[in-house]
């Protein structure tokens, strides 16, 4: 699976909206882009995926650049739950495995 | 069914001992992945399984670890002779369908191993 680039931490303040970019530019026509977060003390819990138009669901959206080498995930109105580090991460159709990265640390404040 | 069940949610082990790591998949799931969580790094793949087979593996160390999903009961992860470094969170998910359905992956809460 193509590699990720995401910033280490991010900061928010509590019900303002947070963009969390990640760089792909190696991506492949077939990848799809996944994000999960995980919580302190938990294991990763899927937020959304795509392929090449914008998403949307009830825990986020996901706007993905027209050349596919950068996505956003946009969370509409931080909560202190939030607060968790985000994997952005490219799934190929035949691959096994995903590769999670060190992802973003997101610090929510209120 | 409340999702994936990891057990032990903590294990302590002393050098040389063996551990054994179970994981119950959600109901109806028959796809089970195992990852590895070192402190302040991002989770490393280990092992994909369907029932009774080993599917992927290139994850996993060559010596002392192995994993297996019989046809009845849970997912085990054995490691023999624990050494310091194999201290991490261990993490199991599954899936309804196989790797190229593209589906989502519903994790456990982890096992935390400590080796003293």
């Known amino acids: 699976d193509a590699k990720t680039t995401q910033p280490n931490s991010m900061e928010s303040n509590e019900e303002e909206p947070v963009h969390l970019p990640c760089n792909h530019s190696?991506?492949?026509?077939?990848?799809?882009i996944h994000w999960y977060r995980q919580l302190p003390s938990q294991g990763p819990e899927y937020v959304i995926h795509?392929?090449?138009s914008n998403v949307n669901n009830r825990m986020a959206s996901l706007a993905i650049a027209e050349d596919r080498k950068s996505s956003t995930l946009i969370l509409h109105r931080a909560t202190l739950r939030d607060a968790a580090v985000y994997y952005c991460?490219?799934?190929?159709?035949?691959?096994?495995?995903?590769?999670f990265g060190t992802g973003t640390s997101l610090t929510v404040i209120p | 069914n409340a999702g994936v069940m990891q057990n032990p949610r903590h294990l302590v082990r002393r050098r040389g001992q063996e551990a054994r790591l179970r994981c119950s998949p959600m109901?109806?799931?028959?796809?089970v992945y195992w990852y590895r969580q070192l402190p302040e790094e991002g989770l490393k793949f280990m092992v994909y399984?369907?029932?009774?087979?080993?599917?992927?593996e290139s994850g996993m160390p060559k010596e002392r670890f192995s994993a297996e999903f019989p046809k009845e009961g849970p997912s085990i992860l054995r490691i023999q002779q624990v050494v310091r470094g194999d201290s991490a969170a261990y993490f199991c998910?599954?899936?309804?369908?196989?790797?190229?359905?593209?589906?989502?992956?519903?994790f456990g809460s982890g096992t935390q191993l400590s080796v003293l």
């Open positions: 998910a599954s899936s309804l369908m196989d790797a190229a359905t593209n589906e989502k992956l519903l």
């Open positions: 190696t991506i492949s026509g077939t990848d799809y």
């Open positions: 795509g392929l090449t």
């Open positions: 991460i490219l799934r190929a159709p035949t691959g096994n495995q995903f590769y």
């Open positions: 109901k109806g799931h028959s796809h």
């Open positions: 399984l369907q029932k009774e087979n080993i599917i992927d």
